[in-house]
C-alpha cells in the first residue's frame, strides 16, 4: 500500500515538476535576463543529457571503446549534423575498439 | 492565374512528412537507444520486493526511467513513502528544466493542452521537439509531431519496462545499442547550438554535468542544465559588444549611420 502511495504522490509532483513553466508560471512576468538564459536551455540541457548518457555507459562497462566512439562521433556530429553518420560513425568505433581490446 | 509569391519555406523544409510520421521517424532511434534502459527499469521492477505491478506501474503514472529507479531503489529498500518521494523528486527537478525549455515553444499553444502535454514530456521527447519545432511553425502540426513523437515513446516505455520485468535476469548486453541515445543526443545538442554562445552552453553544460555527475549523476545533470545556460547568456553578453563595435566599424567605413545590432543567433533562435 505504501508503494502505491509513494508512487501516485512522486507521479503527480513529477507532472507538476513539468507543467508547472508552462501552465502557472506563463502567467508571471519573466524578466529579460531569464527570458534570454531560456534561448540556451535546449542546448545546455541536451549537452548535459549527452554527457550523461555517455558517462553512464563509460561506467557500466569498458570505457575505453565509448571514449574512442565519441571521439569519432563528436567532429562528424559538428561537420554533418547528421543523425544517421553519427551513429554510424560512432557505433563503427565503438565496435573497432572493443573487437581490438 | 499566376502564382508569383515565393514558397513558405518551412512548408519546404518540414511539410514533406506529415506530422504524426515526422514525429514517429524522428523518436524511432531514440528508442532503439533506450531498449537497454528499458528492459533494465523493468528487470529491476521484478528483482526487487515490490508489489508486482508497481514497478510496470510506474512507468504509466511516474514515466521517467531514472526517477522509477529511484523510487524501487528506496522503496525495495525499506524506505518510507516520504524518503521515497524525496529522492524520486530530487531525481525528477531536471522535468523543471524540460518544462522551462518548453515555455516559450508552447507560448502559443493552449494552456489546457500545455497542461496535458506536459505528462509526455521527458528528455528523448524535449530533445526532438526542440530540434524539430526550429524548422516548424504551425502550432497545429507542432501539436501532431509532439504528440506523436511523445506517444510513440510513451508506448515503447511501456513495452520495453514490461518485456524487462517478464524477463527479469536473462537479459543480453549490448554495448552499441546503449550508446545510440547519448550519440542521438549529441547530434541534437549540436544543432541546437547556435552561434558561439549556443556553443558555450552546450560544452559547459556537458562538462559540468560530467565532473558533478561522478558525486550525483542526476543532480549532476541538472547542474549541468544551469550551468550552460548560465555560461551561455554571460558569452552572449560578452559577444554583443563586440558585434556592435564591428557593425559601426562597418557603418563608419561606407559612411552611413550604424543600424542596430542584430541579436544574436542563440537568442534569435
Known amino acids: 500500500m505504501s508503494a502505491w502511495l509513494a508512487l501516485a504522490i512522486a507521479g503527480v509532483l513529477t507532472w507538476g515538476a513539468k507543467a508547472l513553466p508552462s501552465t502557472v508560471a506563463d502567467r508571471l512576468p519573466i524578466p529579460p535576463a531569464v527570458e534570454r538564459a531560456s534561448a540556451f536551455v535546449a542546448p545546455a540541457v541536451l549537452g548535459a543529457l549527452t554527457a550523461r548518457g555517455v558517462t553512464g555507459q563509460a561506467m557500466a562497462g569498458d570505457a575505453w571503446p565509448v571514449l574512442a566512439a565519441l571521439v569519432v562521433a563528436v567532429p562528424v556530429a559538428v561537420r554533418f549534423r547528421s543523425i544517421a553518420l553519427t551513429l554510424a560513425a560512432g557505433s563503427a568505433a565503438l565496435t573497432a575498439v572493443s573487437l581490438v581490446g | ?269
Open chain 2, 1 to 269: 492565374m499566376a502564382i508569383t509569391g515565393r514558397p513558405n519555406p518551412i512548408r519546404v523544409a518540414t511539410g514533406a512528412r506529415t506530422p504524426v510520421r515526422a514525429g514517429v521517424s524522428a523518436m524511432a532511434p531514440l528508442v532503439a537507444g533506450l531498449v537497454p534502459f528499458g528492459l533494465t527499469v523493468g528487470a529491476t521492477a521484478a528483482r526487487s520486493d515490490l508489489p508486482p505491478l508497481v514497478g510496470w506501474a510506474s512507468s504509466v503514472l511516474l514515466y521517467g526511467g531514472s526517477g522509477q529507479l529511484a523510487l524501487m531503489g528506496v522503496l525495495d529498500g525499506g524506505g518510507s513513502v516520504l524518503a521515497a518521494v524525496a529522492a524520486t523528486m530530487a531525481v525528477n527537478v531536471q522535468m523543471l528544466l524540460y518544462g522551462a525549455g518548453m515555455r516559450p515553444i508552447w507560448a502559443d499553444q493552449p494552456r489546457r493542452w500545455r497542461a496535458v502535454a506536459a505528462y509526455l514530456l521527458v528528455g528523448p521527447l524535449f530533445a526532438v521537439t526542440v530540434t524539430h519545432h526550429q524548422t516548424e511553425a504551425d502550432p497545429a502540426r507542432r501539436r501532431g509531431f509532439y504528440l506523436a513523437a511523445g506517444t510513440t515513446l510513451w508506448v515503447a516505455w511501456f513495452v520495453l519496462t514490461g518485456i524487462g520485468a517478464a524477463l527479469g535476469t536473462v537479459l543480453p548486453t549490448v554495448p552499441a545499442v546503449g550508446l545510440l541515445t547519448p550519440l542521438v543526443l549529441l547530434t541534437m545538442a549540436v544543432r541546437a547550438a547556435k552561434g558561439r554562445p549556443g556553443a558555450v552552453a552546450l560544452v559547459v553544460g556537458a562538462s559540468v554535468a560530467v565532473a558533478a555527475g561522478t558525486v550525483a549523476p542526476d543532480l549532476g545533470f541538472v547542474a549541468g542544465g544551469i550551468t550552460g545556460m548560465v555560461a551561455g547568456v554571460v558569452t552572449d553578453r560578452w559577444s554583443r559588444p563586440a558585434q556592435a563595435e564591428q557593425v559601426e566599424d562597418v557603418a563608419d567605413a561606407v559612411g552611413t549611420s550604424p543600424v542596430p545590432a542584430a541579436p544574436s543567433a542563440a537568442v534569435a533562435s
